[in-house]
């Protein structure tokens, strides 16, 4: 049995905790082209009001393989080092301005749908069979958050009883951008916000 690695591409949805859109876009803007940590806490599924300043949601849809990329054989060695731990660009954004927390629970949330890549290790015994199985991956939803155990973890690839597929992901999850015709707009609350606007100094960054 062989191990293959291929880039793949994740579709999910980001949210933006900001005071304005043009806020939301300069957050989003200066972060994307970064790599955090999937098994952070960048992937959530919680009230709007208790959103950190940045967050996705836990699941994403696999839109294929990323073009231009093939399938690499590849050792056990090489999928313990991509699910080391990475950088965490928007670590200051984890978490709500935190001397304005009852404030900071009207702030809106901006969503957008968001394009992420990273790598995935399928176990298969030739090329067509890996294909075969990043196949039946893209017509299925992955939740990274309760289930990033099994996705992030060689596991997955060990365990040839499991009825899941044979395939794991790099912890490195790259931030590509907005996905095609998606733009951020509020999706909480409905109406306006009437607040001060909130800065701290790592938003001077963003």
């Not at 939803?141 to 499991?162: M, N, P, V, Y």
Request: aromatic share 10%.
């Amino acid at each position: 049995m062989n191990i293959y690695a291929m880039e793949i591409l994740l579709q999910g949805t980001v949210h933006i905790k900001a005071t304005s859109k043009e806020q939301a876009e300069r957050i989003l803007a200066h972060n994307c082209s970064n790599t955090i940590h999937g098994k952070d806490k960048w992937l959530l599924n919680v009230p709007p009001s208790q959103r950190p300043r940045a967050s996705l949601s836990s699941t994403f849809a696999a839109a294929g393989s990323v073009v231009g990329a093939n399938f690499v054989g590849v050792s056990k060695r090489t999928i313990r080092a991509a699910q080391d731990r990475w950088p965490r660009n928007w670590e200051g954004l984890r978490w709500a301005y935190e001397p304005l927390s009852n404030e900071y629970e009207l702030v809106p949330v901006y969503s957008a749908d968001l394009d992420v890549t990273t790598t995935a290790f399928i176990r298969a015994n030739d090329v067509d069979e890996a294909e075969a199985v990043l196949a039946k991956c893209n017509q299925s939803s992955l939740d990274l958050s309760t289930e990033r155990s099994r996705w992030f973890s060689r596991i997955a690839l060990d365990d040839k009883g499991s009825s899941h597929l044979p395939i794991a992901l790099s912890s490195a999850l790259y931030l590509v951008g907005k996905s095609k015709g998606s733009e951020l707009s509020q999706t909480w609350p409905e109406g306006p916000y009437l607040g001060p606007e909130f800065v701290t100094w790592a938003d001077e960054f963003l």
